[in-house]
C-alpha cells in the first residue's frame, strides 16, 4: 500500500501510470488512498481524486472498487459536504451511461445485443461451448460481446447508486432521480427481469426504513417533501409496469403506494392520485375484475370532476361514459351463489382489500354482498352526478338494459346503440394521465350483458322457445355461445333454463316439485281448494250422548291420573336433576373462584417484585445520574480552569458528561483542523524555501563542477606522465637485469642435459629390473611373491 504525503501526490502519481498505461495500478493507487484512515477531513483535492477514480472505475468497468470508494468518500464527507458526494455520484451515473450509449451506438442489431435473460448472471459453460462450435462468427456475436457488458455494468452502477443512497436523508432527490433512471431503462430496453428486481431493492429500502427510523440521517416520512419523492417513485414505478405489463408487479406497486398513503395518514396530491386511479383501471381490466374497474373509474370521474379546472366538456363526456359503461359491464348476478362459508368469508375480505386499494371505506361487520355489488355502484352512479354527463347513446343503452322490458326488440335496439359507442373515443386532452380512452372495449361485456337480459326477459314472457327464434333475437353470437352464457347465469341462479336439442326449444323455468315458484303455487291452491270445500259443505253440529260421554269421561280420566302420575314422576326427576346440576355449578363456582384467587395473588406478587425492582432500578439509575452530575460538574470546573471550554456553555445551563464529551470532542476536531491548517502553511513555506534554496545554489553548483572538471584533468594528465616514466625506468632495468644473465646460458644448458641423461639411466635400469623380477614371480606365484611383486611395482612407480 502506498503512503502519500498528500493527497495532490497520489492524483499526479495516478496520472503518470494512466500516461504510461498502468490504469490497474492507478486504480489501486487512488483506492488505497480514499480507503486510508489517514485522509478523513474532506478537503477539494478528495474531491478531484474521486472524479479520476470513477472515470478509472468505469472505463474499466470495475463496480466494485467504485462501490467501496463512494462508501468510503461518504463516510468522509457526510456531515461536511454532502453536496460533493451528490456530484460524484452524477459523474458517476453520467459516464456509465455515455459509455452504455456508445456502445449501443456502435451496434446496429440492438435487440441481438441485449438478447439476455439476466443481466446479473455470467456465461454459462454451454455458452461459451455453443460460441466456439457454431457458426456465429460475424456481426451478431461481436455486438453481444460489446453492447452486454457496458449495460450490465450500467445496471450494476444503479444497484450501487441506490444501496449507497438508500438512509441518506439529504440525498433523497438523488436517490428519487436514480430510481427514475433505472425505471427508464429498463423501460428503455424491454428489461423486465431488472425491472422486478428493482422494485424489490426499493421496496426493501423502504421496509429497512421503517423498522430503523429512529436513527440519525434516516429520511422522515412524516416530511411533506420526503413523501412526495417516495410516491413519485412509486407512481413512475407503477407507470413503467403496467407500459411493461408487468400487471402483478403494477399491483405490487399499487399496495406501495397505498402503504405510503397509509402510512403518513396524508391526502396526497390530486395529480397524482389521478395516475393512480387510472392505472388501477388498467389493471383491474386485464384481471377481468369489472365491478373493481368500474368503481376505480367512478374515483377517477370524481377527482377529475373536483381538481381539474382544464376539464373540457368533450372530455367529462368520455369519462362518465366510461365510467357507465364500465359499471354496465358487471355481470348482474352475485357469484357467491352455493358458495362455502370460508369462500364467502375471503371474498369479504379481499372486497375489504380492494375497496381500501380504491379509496371506499367500508363496515366490515356488514354483509359481504353489500360491500361492493353492482347494484350499489349503479346507485352511487346517481347520486355523483354521472347520468347527466354521459352521452345520449350511453344513456338510451343503460336505460334499455335496466329499466325498459322489451323481450323481442331489446337486442336489435342494444346492437344499434353499441355500433354507435364503439366508434366513440380518443386521446383526453385535457387529462395527462389518461392518454386515450376506447368505449369499443366494453362491447363484448355489454353484448354479454344483453343476452342475459333477453334470456331474463324473455323467460317471464314464454314458458319455451324455439332455438331459431332465440337465435334471431340475439343477433350478436351463435347459439353455442348463448348456451354457455345460460349456463352461468343457471348455475348463480340469475335464471332458469333448459336446453332440449331434440324438441329444438329453449324451456323456462324450473319444473321441480321442490323449487320455490311451485311449492308457493302449491299451497295457494291448496288454501283456496280448502276455503272452496268448506263454504260447499259447511261442518254440522251433533248433540252427543250422555252414555257415550261418560264412557268417554271415564277413559278421559283414566289417561289425565296416568299422565299426571309421570308428570310426578318427571317432575320429582327434574328436581333432583336441578339440585344436581346446581352442587355441580357451586363446586364449579367455588373451584373457578380459587383459581382466580390464586391468579390474583400470584398476579399481586409478580406486580410487588415488578415494582419492587422498578424502585431499585430508579434508585440505581438516580445514583448513576447523580454521580455523572458531579463527575460532569467537576469536568466543567477543571476545563473552566484550562480556558477548553470557552463559550460553548451558556451560563446556568445544565452540564452533563455527554455535553462536555462532546464539547472536548468539538474542541479537539477544531485543534486537529486548525494544526492540520498550519502543517499545510508550514508546508508550503518550505516548499517555497527549499525551491528558492535550489535556485540559488544551481549556478554555484555548476561552477564547482565546472572547476572540478578543470582540476580533474590536469590531475589525469600528471599520473598519465608519471606512469609512462615508470614504465620506461623498469624497461632499462629489464634489459640490464637480462644483459647480466645471458653468459649463464650456455652452463646451464650443459647442466640441464647431464641430469635429464642421468635420470634416463635410472629409469632404465628401474624398468629393467622391474620385468625381470615379473618374468620371475610368472613361473610359480604364491601370495607372498605376489605381495611382494606388488610392492615393487607400486614402489618403483
Known amino acids: 500500500m502506498a503512503q502519500f504525503a498528500k493527497p495532490e501526490n497520489a492524483l499526479k502519481r495516478a496520472e503518470e501510470l494512466i500516461n504510461v ?28 481524486i474521486m472524479f479520476k477514480y470513477v472515470e478509472l472505475c468505469v472505463d474499466m468497468r470495475r463496480g466494485r472498487f467504485a462501490k467501496d470508494g463512494l462508501i468510503q468518500y461518504r463516510i468522509v464527507c457526510q456531515q461536511v459536504n454532502v453536496s460533493s458526494l451528490e456530484e460524484v455520484i452524477k459523474y458517476f451515473m453520467h459516464l456509465s451511461t455515455e459509455r452504455a450509449e456508445q456502445a449501443r451506438s456502435q451496434a446496429q442489431a440492438l435487440e441481438d445485443a441485449l438478447d439476455v435473460e439476466d443481466l446479473e448472471a455470467d456465461n454459462r459453460p454451454e ?35 441506490l444501496e449507497i443512497l438508500r438512509n441518506n436523508s439529504k440525498l433523497e432527490a438523488l436517490y428519487a432521480m436514480t430510481a427514475h433512471r433505472a425505471f427508464q431503462f429498463c423501460k428503455q430496453y424491454k428489461r423486465t427481469t431488472e425491472f422486478r428486481r428493482l422494485c424489490e431493492i426499493i421496496r426493501n429500502h423502504l421496509a429497512n426504513l421503517n423498522k430503523y427510523r429512529d436513527q440519525r440521517d434516516r429520511p422522515d416520512l412524516t416530511a411533506p417533501e420526503s413523501l412526495q419523492l417516495y410516491l413519485d417513485t412509486r407512481v413512475e414505478q407503477l407507470k413503467i409496469a403496467t407500459d411493461l405489463a408487468l400487471w402483478q408487479e403494477a399491483f405490487r406497486s399499487v399496495e406501495d403506494i397505498h402503504g ?30 369489472h365491478l373493481y374497474h368500474a368503481y376505480a373509474w367512478l374515483k377517477l370521474f370524481t377527482l377529475q370532476k373536483s381538481y381539474n379546472k382544464n376539464l373540457t366538456q368533450k372530455d367529462l363526456q368520455l369519462i362518465a361514459s366510461s365510467v357507465l359503461l364500465a359499471a354496465l359491464a358487471v355481470t348482474p348476478y352475485d357469484h357467491k351463489h352455493g358458495a362455502s362459508h370460508l369462500e364467502i368469508e375471503n371474498e369479504k375480505e379481499r372486497n375489504l382489500r380492494m375497496s381500501s386499494l380504491i379509496g371506499f371505506n367500508l ?12 347494484s350499489s355502484l349503479i346507485a352511487e352512479l346517481a347520486s355523483k352526478g354521472v347520468m347527466t354527463c354521459v352521452s345520449q347513446e350511453v344513456k338510451d343503452l343503460y336505460n334499455i338494459l335496466e329499466h325498459e322490458f322489451l323481450p323481442l326488440d331489446l337486442a336489435s335496439k342494444a346492437q344499434s346503440l353499441l355500433t354507435k359507442i364503439s366508434k366513440l373515443g380518443g386521446k383526453l386532452s385535457s387529462v395527462p394521465s389518461v ?45 353455442s355461445f348463448v348456451e354457455k352464457i345460460s349456463v352461468d347465469a343457471v348455475k348463480y341462479n340469475f335464471v332458469a333454463v333448459k336446453v332440449d336439442h331434440r324438441k329444438g326449444a329453449v324451456v323456462f323455468g324450473n ?44 277413559d278421559i280420566v283414566d289417561k289425565e291420573h296416568k299422565r299426571l302420575l309421570a308428570r310426578k314422576s318427571i ?74 471550554i470557552k463559550k460553548n456553555v451558556l451560563e446556568g445551563e445544565k452540564v452533563t458528561k455527554q455535553t462536555l464529551i462532546d464539547l472536548a470532542l468539538s474542541e479537539q476536531l477544531k485543534e486537529r483542523q486548525e494544526m492540520e491548517k498550519k502543517l499545510q502553511k508550514l508546508a508550503k513555506t518550505m516548499d517555497y524555501l527549499e525551491r528558492a534554496k535550489r535556485e540559488e545554489e544551481s549556478p554555484l553548483i555548476e561552477q564547482a563542477f565546472q572547476q572540478r572538471l578543470v582540476e580533474e584533468k590536469i590531475l589525469h594528465e600528471r599520473e598519465q606522465l608519471r606512469e609512462i616514466e615508470l614504465s620506461r625506468q623498469h624497461h632499462a632495468g629489464d634489459l640490464q637485469e637480462k644483459n647480466r644473465l645471458s653468459r649463464l646460458l650456455d652452463n646451464k644448458l650443459i647442466f640441464q642435459e647431464k641430469i635429464v641423461s642421468r635420470r634416463q639411466e635410472e629409469h632404465n635400469r628401474l624398468k629393467k629390473e622391474r620385468e625381470d623380477r615379473i618374468n620371475q614371480s610368472s613361473k610359480t606365484p604364491d601370495e607372498g611373491s605376489l605381495f611382494v611383486i606388488i610392492a615393487v611395482a607400486w614402489t618403483t612407480d
Open 511 to 554: 319444473e321441480d316439485i321442490e323449487s320455490d315458484k311451485v311449492c308457493d303455487h302449491l299451497t295457494v291452491l291448496a288454501e283456496s281448494l280448502n276455503k272452496a270445500r268448506s263454504l260447499i259443505y259447511p261442518p254440522v253440529k251433533k248433540q252427543p250422548r250422555l252414555g257415550d260421554s261418560l264412557y268417554v269421561l271415564a
Open 260 to 289: 405510503l398513503m397509509t402510512m403518513v395518514k396524508k391526502s396526497p396530491k390530486p395529480s397524482l392520485m389521478v395516475v393512480y386511479y387510472a392505472k388501477l383501471t388498467e389493471i383491474f381490466w386485464v384481471a377481468d375484475s
Open 571 to 644: 317432575i320429582e326427576k327434574r328436581k333432583e336433576e336441578h339440585e344436581r346440576q346446581m352442587l355441580e355449578m357451586e363446586k364449579e363456582e367455588e373451584s373457578k373462584k380459587m383459581k382466580l384467587q390464586k391468579i390474583t395473588e400470584e398476579a399481586e406478587q409478580k406486580r410487588l417484585a415488578t415494582e419492587y425492582t422498578r424502585r431499585k432500578e430508579q434508585r440505581i439509575r438516580a445514583e448513576i445520574e447523580e454521580r455523572e452530575y458531579q463527575e460532569a460538574q467537576a469536568l466543567f470546573l477543571e476545563a473552566k480552569k484550562n480556558k477548553k
Open 363 to 374: 363496515d366490515p361487520k356488514r354483509e359481504n354482498r353489500e360491500l361492493l355489488s353492482r
Open 435 to 479: 392518454s386515450e380512452v376506447q368505449l369499443s372495449q366494453y362491447i363484448p361485456a355489454l353484448e354479454k350483458l344483453t343476452t342475459m337480459r333477453v334470456l331474463q326477459q324473455v323467460s317471464q314472457v314464454y314458458q319455451s322457445v324455439k332455438i331459431e327464434m332465440l337465435s334471431k333475437m340475439i343477433p350478436f353470437f351463435d347459439f
Open 127 to 161: 455458452d461459451l461451448m455453443l460460441s466456439y462450435v457454431s457458426g456465429e462468427k460475424g456481426k451478431d456475436r461481436s455486438d453481444r460481446e460489446l453492447v452486454t457488458p457496458w449495460f450490465k455494468f450500467l445496471w450494476e452502477t444503479y444497484r450501487t447508486v
Open 21 to 48: 498505461g498502468q490504469k490497474q495500478a492507478a486504480l489501486q493507487a487512488l483506492h488505497d488512498l480514499i480507503t486510508s484512515k489517514r485522509y478523513r477531513a474532506w478537503q477539494k483535492t478528495l474531491e478531484k
